[in-house]
Structure formats: C-alpha cells, structure tokens
C-alpha cells in the first residue's frame, strides 16, 4: 500500500480525531486570518481618515465644536447641519499662522418624497479648497456644475443617474472610492449648488435657515498653517480672537481614534498569540497521546518492512494534510465572517475600517496558512521520534499479553 492511501486510510479511519484536529487548526488559521484582515482595514481606515483631512485645523460654530460631534460626522456618517456668519472667514484672514483656508457648507436631505435619500451633503469651494478636491480627483478631476454630485461609495446611485435633493435634479457624474469613513455615504456638490438646494428646502416650507441667506453662512472652514506656525497656537488664537466659533485641531481627532486602534489591535494580538499557543498545546498533547495509542500499529507496520524513516513520514503527512484542510477551512470561514460583516464590525468598534487590497489579503492568508502548517508537524515531530524508535518485538509481546 503506498503511503497515499495508508494517510488517507488513516485519516478517514479515526473520524473523530480527524476532525477534532481539523477544528483546532481551523480556529489557529481564522485568528491569525481574521486578525490580521481586522487589524490591517482598522489602520487603513485611520489613514484614510487622515488624508481626508487634509487641514490642519477645522472652525465650526461654538455649539457644534465639540470633537465628538464631528467625529462622528466623520467617521460613522451621521447626518447633521450648522451654520455661522460669513464674516468668520474674513475675521480669520486676520489670524496671524493661517496660510490658506476653504469653507464648506452642511446640510441634510429631507427623508421624504422630495428627496432620493436621507444623505449627508457637503458643499465645498472649488476655488479654494485644499482637503476635497485632492481626494475626488480620481472620482472626478472637471469642475463641478451646477447640481452635479459626486456619491459616496455606500451609496447605490450610480454614474449617470440622477438624485433628487428637495426636488431638484442632481446628476452624479462621479462615484468615490471606498475610504472607509462616513463620508462614503456623502454626497459632494459645489458650493453654488448647496446654497441652491438651501433655497429649495425652504421653498418646501424645510426650515434650514431661520433669517439668513444662504449666501451669507458657511458650515465649516478648513484651515491649513503656514510653515513653522505651532498649530495648537494657532488654534488658540481662533478661539481668543473670534466670538462664536471652535477650531479644533484635526490631529487631535485622529489621536483619539488612533488610540482607540492601539488599544484593539493589542487585544487582537493578544488573542491571536493566546489561540496560537493553545492550538500548539493541544496538538502535541493529542498527538502524545496518539503516539501511545498507536505503538500495536506502528510495530505491526515495522514487521511488514517499513523503515523507521517512512513511519515518521506517515506521522508527519498525517498532521500535514489535517493542517492544510483546517487552515484552508479556518481562512474561508474567517473571509465569511470579516468581509460581509465589516459594517457591524465598523460600527461595534467605533473606528472606521477600510479593507486591505487583494494581494495584502492573499498575504495574510498565506501567514496563516504556513504557521497552521508549520506548527501542526512540528507538533507531531515529537510523536514521530517516538513511534519510528518503538521496540517492534517488545510492543508485539505485550500486545499477545
């Protein structure tokens, strides 16, 4: 009988011990799999965020200033508008460190008849701007028109289509990547077409604006600093010297998500490396045990003519054809867990989450593919040294016994 066969007689022959060993190498390969994929569009949905910045610092009205309610705008897409006075952006040309500032406008589609979607919509200055257009650049690299949108990629409008905000006509003429923040559920547009979608709302009897004009607020104002300006005081000195507003500084955002990110991919580590561990325990404590229960076999094996070196072959093919089942099993059902669940995953941890390219992911798979089987044989090395130094004539005598 050829080895083939007897590693697959052997394998199909204890089906319970197959198994058993099967469902610990597909748990060691999920974790290290799933992990990493976790891990990886963790980070990369922090550095998404923070090219998508692009400012140093950001000046919202002092009633929405707080950090975590533009986190939230930012990273988990919740919808939300505010307005300040115009005038801020002239007060802030004064402001001794501001090199460049663009301002942007907020507002909300109404979750009705008039409107496609309930989607965020952020007007920018295309003159201006120094933290949008970089980034829709491959969406889409023309001038905006006149209610002509640029989509989220969480969006299903596509190219072409048109989207109804307040009743007006809006044709996306381009579809963003996935940048795994919120704002892939955004919708971009000038700053002439926000202010027209303004006059739209309040002509549906949508209050948005109480008195104003629209052509007299802005949302935001994104600030880049001059070189060798400290950011921080710049910032201090938006809010000392402009009533009514808070800058805050964009890195500080980002610090705390990152610090959330820190804190998670220890936990991951920690539990990968525990699964891991624990995986290779097991394994050598079964196949010991094994060992033990297979001496009769094995001498028996020896007395047809097979050499010491094809009975360690036999143990180690064994545990090398289990592990590649199990780590090829364990990776599936991790691609099936993380990828089809990476919304519910984004939203439990609070930080948004970009997954890794394709040749990243095959990466990681082939990790934990090699350490499911590198570690299964070396956890039967053992068992393979004993079982290939058995007294042939002693295991037979006490087998007759």
Not at 157 to 183: D, M, N
Not at 232 to 244: M, P, Q, R, S
Not at 336 to 343: K, L, W
């Amino acid at each position: 009988m050829s080895i083939r066969k007897l590693l697959l007689k052997s394998i199909t022959g204890r089906p319970l011990r197959s198994l058993a060993l099967l469902f610990i190498c597909a748990i060691m390969s999920g974790a290290v799999y799933g992990g990493a994929v976790v891990w990886a569009s963790l980070d990369n949905g922090i550095s998404s965020l923070e090219k998508r910045l692009g400012a140093d610092i950001i000046v919202v009205p002092k009633s929405a200033g707080e950090k975590t309610k533009l986190e939230e705008m930012l990273l988990q897409g919740t919808v939300g508008y505010f307005y300040m006075d115009k005038s801020v952006s002239d007060e802030l040309d004064k402001i001794d460190g501001v090199e460049k500032q663009s301002s942007q406008y907020f507002l909300v589609s109404a979750n009705s008849e008039c409107c496609s979607a309930k989607v965020q919509i952020i007007g920018f200055d295309e003159d201006t701007d120094i933290s949008v257009k970089p980034w829709l650049q491959n969406a889409y690299s023309k001038r905006l028109g006149q209610n002509e949108i640029i989509v989220g990629s969480k969006l299903t409008t596509k190219v072409g289509q048109i989207f109804k905000l307040y009743g007006v006509e809006c044709k996306a003429v381009g579809k963003l990547e996935s940048t795994g923040t919120g704002v892939d559920t955004a919708v971009y547009a000038s700053s002439d077409t926000v202010k027209g979608l303004i006059r739209a709302a309040q002509s549906k009897g949508i209050t948005v604006l109480s008195k104003q004009s629209p052509d007299d607020v802005i949302s935001s104002v994104y600030i880049k600093v001059r070189e060798g300006y400290d950011i921080d005081e710049v910032a201090a000195k938006i809010n000392l010297g402009i009533d009514g507003v808070q800058a805050v500084r964009t890195r500080s955002m980002i610090t705390g998500t990152a610090d959330k990110l820190s804190v998670l991919s220890a936990g991951i580590t920690i539990l990968i490396a525990a699964v891991c561990i624990l995986s290779a325990v097991i394994m050598l404590v079964v196949f010991t045990a094994l060992a033990n229960e297979r001496k009769g076999e094995f001498a028996l094996l020896r007395v047809i003519g097979f050499s010491r070196a094809r009975l360690a072959r036999q143990v180690l093919g064994e545990a090398f054809v289990i592990c590649v089942i199990g780590a090829l099993a364990g990776i599936a059902a991790a691609s099936a867990a993380v990828f089809p669940f990476g919304a519910l995953i984004e939203k439990k941890a609070d930080l948004p989450m970009l997954s890794p390219g394709s040749l990243s992911v095959i990466g990681y798979a082939l990790i934990a593919f090699s350490a499911v089987c590198v570690t299964g044989p070396l956890a039967s090395a053992y068992s393979a040294y004993r079982l290939s130094r058995i007294d042939t004539g002693r295991i037979l005598r006490e087998g007759d016994n």
